[in-house]
């Protein structure tokens, strides 16, 4: 059932053959979860979801950045942009289970890259996030700061993984997407 104020509504089971396949190929295998909402809704345009999967499970999966500063990136971004369904699913899917602390967590939403909490490295993912998120570009002293702790694949990472998760908050937000049942909210300021 959809959400009242959706735009884009999901596509609902029963599933055509290609649909059901390509939205096993999004999911966790194994995972036995019912495909996630925005799968459902980028299923509506089965091309572009398929062109859009093996970007998005190649950042997750396959990446070069370790994955704890890869969601650095990704919550900061997705609280940046207010897409609270993506930030949600992150936090419970990967952030908690790969450490980020409740501190951290609410410093992705609430914080800042100068937060006691975060090591050199984190810190510079986290003003990437920013800088990459207010002007589209990198500052000199930030550029020297990354290649103090990353090489030239994780930065240009860093820098295409902010991109998808801009373009996955742009569909979340413009299609109003209801937050999954199990998946974390925003934290409140000063929690």
């Not at 959706?6 to 390509?22: D, G, N, Q, V």
Request: with cysteine; net charge negative.
């Amino acid at each position: 059932m959809s959400h009242p104020d959706i735009r884009i509504p999901p596509m609902e089971p029963p599933y055509e053959p290609a649909l059901e396949t390509l939205l096993t190929k999004w999911m966790p295998p194994g995972s036995g979860m019912a495909p996630l909402t925005l799968f459902r809704v980028l299923g509506r345009h089965e091309e572009l979801a398929s062109r859009a999967r093996p970007l998005g499970a190649g950042i997750l999966g396959k990446g070069k950045v370790p994955p704890l500063l890869r969601e650095i990136m990704i919550h900061r971004t997705c609280a940046l942009t207010g897409a609270e369904y993506e930030w949600g699913v992150h936090a419970t899917g990967f952030g908690r289970p790969l450490g980020l602390s409740e501190e951290q967590l609410v410093s992705t939403v609430h914080g800042s890259a100068e937060d006691p909490m975060w090591s050199p490295a984190e810190r510079a993912v986290f003003a990437l996030a920013d800088e990459l998120h207010t002007s589209s570009t990198v500052s000199d002293d930030l550029f020297a700061t990354l290649t103090e702790n990353f090489d030239d694949e994780q930065i240009l990472e860093l820098c295409v993984t902010a991109g998808w998760y801009h373009a996955i908050s742009y569909v979340i937000n413009t299609a109003r997407l209801p937050l999954e049942s199990w998946a974390e909210r925003f934290p409140a300021p000063g929690r």
